[in-house]
């Protein structure tokens, strides 16, 4: 009976005048408003979740406390919350954490839907597997950025996304110990991919036990390595943009406090991590053993938030940052597991 009714209110109200109004009405509401009116009936729900163009283009998960204050020595963990510094900040003690959340988002085929136009999803603290890379790449097919870090995600995961994830244009490998690189950059060569990407990171540096190889050419033909910031860039979109972030000046010093670049005095957050402060054309390396080793050296020893940014654009509020040491959460998550086996 109840179904009855709804469906000849969903016939009324979708009809006539209506139809013109109800566009009109639903722009003027922010998404809190939006939720409640899709709360009232099946019409509302109906028409508000399968509206693509409703819902926000960027979608923010929420903060979950971090375990313990290991933030760097110099820094107070209020603070880098506040510079939303995520990367500094470590993981929920839950290593499912994310999947949890991704998972009531994608509780329904409605809710699934409403996503699909959604660009960037700041995933915060949190820290993928391989369920929740599967989540997103269900949830938010258009987004433009991902990172993969530490060893909590396979080859699983990332197919996931290289299939699912066809516009993203920031690719990151961060410390991906289950990971064969070029495995991994393989999935990406498609014509889509080719299309959008821009540049891919991988940076595997601190204490590292694996040994690292990096895509060839066989792997991804239309990227190339920029021997001047250490990025993968696409060779097609090099000639169009200039993407690649760099000082053009001397830097001076051995990373205390008084180094820093001539060009624009940068010194912050700290070397060699310092933000460039001037856009180029990638340089395509001619003698990559070489570059591999110098890249390290150079801008991407810091936080995605910020790394690719002008120095002039982003006020950084750290001197000395470092990022987030997995490794501890490793013992802590493995000591847990333990513990509830036993
Ligand atoms: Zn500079
Ligand atoms: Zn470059």
Same mark, same amino acid.
């Given at each position: 009976?109840?179904?009855?009714?709804?469906?000849?209110?969903?016939?009324?109200?979708?009809?006539?005048?209506? #139809?013109?109004?109800?566009?009109?009405?639903?722009?003027?509401?922010?998404?809190?408003?939006?939720?409640? @009116?899709?709360?009232?009936?099946? %019409?509302?729900?109906?028409?508000?979740?399968? $509206?693509?163009?409703?819902?926000?283009?960027?979608?923010?998960?929420?903060?979950?406390?971090?375990?313990?204050?290991?933030?760097?020595?110099?820094?107070?963990?209020?603070?880098?919350?506040?510079?939303?510094?995520?990367?500094?900040?470590?993981?929920?003690? $839950?290593?499912?954490?994310?999947?949890?959340?991704?998972?009531?988002?994608?509780?329904?085929?409605?809710?699934?839907?409403?996503?699909?136009?959604?660009?960037?999803?700041?995933?915060?603290?949190?820290?993928?597997?391989?369920?929740?890379?599967?989540?997103?790449?269900?949830? %938010?097919?258009?987004?433009?950025?991902?990172?993969?870090?530490?060893?909590?995600?396979?080859?699983?995961?990332?197919?996931?996304?290289? #299939?699912?994830?066809?516009? @993203?244009?920031?690719?990151?490998?961060?410390?991906?110990?289950?990971? $064969? #690189?070029?495995?991994?950059?393989?999935?990406? *060569? !498609?014509?889509?991919?080719?299309?959008?990407?821009?540049? #891919?990171?991988?940076? *595997?540096?601190?204490?590292?036990?694996?040994?690292? &190889?990096?895509? &060839?050419?066989? $792997?991804?033909?239309?990227?190339?390595?920029?021997?001047?910031?250490?990025?993968?860039?696409?060779?097609?979109? *090099?000639?169009?943009?200039?993407?690649?972030?760099?000082?053009?000046?001397?830097?001076?010093?051995?990373?205390?406090?008084?180094?820093?670049?001539?060009?624009?005095?940068?010194? &912050?957050?700290?070397?060699?991590?310092?933000?460039?402060?001037?856009?180029?054309?990638?340089?395509?390396?001619?003698?990559?053993?070489?570059? !591999?080793?110098?890249?390290?050296?150079?801008?991407?020893?810091?936080?995605?938030?910020?790394?690719?940014?002008?120095?002039?654009?982003?006020?950084?509020?750290?001197?000395?940052?470092?990022?987030?040491?997995?490794?501890?959460?490793?013992?802590?998550?493995? !000591?847990?597991?333990?513990?509830?086996?036993?």
């Amino acid at each position: 009976m109840a179904s009855i009714i709804e469906e000849s209110a969903a016939f009324i109200m979708d009809s006539g005048p209506f #139809i013109d109004v109800i566009p009109i009405i639903l722009n003027y509401l922010d998404l809190k408003s939006l939720i409640h @009116l899709a709360e009232t009936c099946y %019409f509302w729900k109906e028409r508000i979740y399968t $509206d693509v163009q409703l819902w926000p283009k960027v979608i923010e998960l929420p903060y979950v406390g971090c375990m313990d204050n290991y933030v760097g020595e110099h820094n107070v963990l209020e603070d880098v919350i506040e510079a939303k510094l995520w990367s500094m900040v470590q993981p929920s003690d $839950d290593p499912q954490a994310l999947d949890k959340v991704l998972e009531k988002m994608a509780s329904s085929k409605q809710s699934i839907k409403r996503f699909a136009l959604v660009k960037k999803v700041l995933f915060k603290n949190f820290i993928h597997t391989d369920e929740s890379l599967r989540l997103t790449a269900l949830l %938010f097919p258009s987004i433009e950025e991902i990172s993969f870090e530490g060893n909590l995600l396979s080859i699983v995961g990332v197919r996931n996304i290289a #299939i699912s994830c066809g516009k @993203l244009r920031y690719i990151e490998f961060y410390q991906c110990g289950n990971l $064969d #690189i070029e495995s991994a950059c393989h999935l990406f *060569n !498609t014509e889509e991919h080719k299309q959008n990407l821009e540049r #891919i990171f991988i940076y *595997n540096r601190f204490r590292s036990k694996y040994a690292i &190889t990096f895509p &060839t050419e066989d $792997d991804l033909p239309f990227m190339e390595f920029c021997q001047r910031c250490g990025l993968y860039y696409n060779q097609l979109k *090099n000639e169009k943009e200039k993407l690649c972030l760099y000082h053009p000046g001397i830097y001076s010093g051995y990373g205390h406090s008084c180094s820093s670049y001539d060009c624009c005095g940068s010194s &912050t957050p700290r070397y060699p991590s310092t933000l460039g402060c001037q856009y180029i054309y990638h340089e395509k390396c001619s003698n990559k053993s070489l570059s !591999t080793q110098r890249h390290f050296y150079e801008l991407h020893d810091g936080h995605p938030e910020y790394m690719f940014q002008k120095y002039t654009d982003v006020k950084f509020p750290f001197r000395f940052t470092e990022r987030r040491r997995l490794d501890k959460c490793y013992e802590k998550w493995n !000591t847990k597991e333990h513990q509830q086996e036993e």
